[in-house]
């Protein structure tokens, strides 16, 4: 059931990013109470960007839980149940309407996957904050990564389709991985940043899947690299299946990178990767392993700079 449109709280997030339209856009409706889903649907299509969001009251169960709001995601293709860029824009956009946590120190993000906790920090420790973290200004956020659904080789045919619609020989990747943490990604690794820098797509080829590359930056010693602001790695990623062919700036498709290579030390438990330099973006997303809440198991905790570029009201 819908609603008559009535003017609503609205900003637009560039997220990954400490210069405005450097990063990656999110489109948030602060209040959605009373719209339904083909609404938010239509407005996704509307905004046109790779994500919209709507923030409405945690469900009885999600603040049983200790939720502060629930978020919805809408790419213009549909719905997911958690994308990395829109939980850090629409956590900003909350926290600058003056949200604020029922923890202190900690937001608690209910989507579909499930509750994602977010954490803000005044510098690159995004972990073992102060309690008034959370409402300190300025600071970078920064959400744990949800745990894998799946974790798997790319499967034979699937490999081979998307090599060939990215240019790409059997002996340029390195290793793959069927990673889904709510959007599902084959990832690719390549040797290096130039090559993942050096693709040329032929989207007609990619069909229905999401794809991510990553490749790296030459190690200077003392975890430093020569990527751009010290990047580690160089990350693209093409999502025709959610209506992007290109995203500028992926923290689902990062937070599952860290996951797959950090455990094996193919990259440090912290360091910066490159996102959007094909597209003339400079998105930058801080990536760190710590100790979980739980202290045993570990937290993949991924981070980004955001900036509102508007702030008003829309008709929905």
């Not at 032929?202 to 010693?221: K, Q």
């Not at 950090?262 to 597209?279: F, H, M, N, R």
Request: proline share 8%; net charge negative; charged share 20%.
């Amino acid at each position: 059931m819908s609603t008559p449109p009535r003017l609503r709280p609205f900003s637009q997030v560039d997220v990954f990013t400490t210069t405005p339209y450097r990063g990656n856009p999110v489109a948030v409706v602060r209040d959605a109470v009373g719209l339904g889903a083909e609404q938010m649907a239509a407005f996704a299509r509307w905004t046109n960007l790779s994500e919209t969001t709507f923030l409405l009251p945690p469900s009885p169960e999600g603040a049983a839980a200790g939720a502060d709001y629930r978020l919805r995601i809408f790419t213009p293709a549909g719905e997911l149940p958690f994308a990395g860029h829109p939980t850090l824009g629409s956590c900003h956009a909350w926290l600058a309407a003056g949200g604020t946590p029922r923890i202190a120190g900690t937001v608690v993000q209910e989507c579909g996957i499930g509750l994602v906790p977010l954490r803000r920090s005044p510098t690159t420790d995004l972990t073992d904050l102060p309690d008034d973290a959370t409402s300190s200004p300025g600071g970078r956020l920064a959400f744990a990564a949800p745990d894998l659904l799946a974790d798997e080789p790319v499967d034979l045919s699937t490999l081979t389709a998307i090599t060939r619609a990215l240019g790409l020989e059997a002996r340029d990747v390195v290793d793959h991985r069927f990673l889904d943490n709510g959007p599902g990604w084959c990832v690719l690794l390549l040797g290096s940043a130039e090559k993942v820098l050096a693709l040329d797509p032929d989207f007609t080829g990619l069909g229905d899947l999401a794809i991510g590359v990553v490749g790296p930056y030459t190690a200077l010693g003392d975890g430093r690299y020569d990527g751009p602001d010290g990047a580690a790695v160089e990350v693209r990623g093409y999502a025709l299946d959610m209506g992007i062919p290109e995203d500028p700036v992926t923290g689902s498709l990062n937070a599952v990178v860290a996951q797959w290579l950090q455990p094996d030390g193919l990259l440090p438990a912290e360091y910066v990767a490159s996102q959007g330099t094909a597209l003339g973006r400079a998105g930058r997303v801080h990536v760190r392993r710590a100790v979980g809440d739980d202290g045993r198991a570990d937290t993949v905790w991924v981070g980004g700079d955001a900036v509102t570029c508007i702030d008003g009201t829309v008709l929905l």
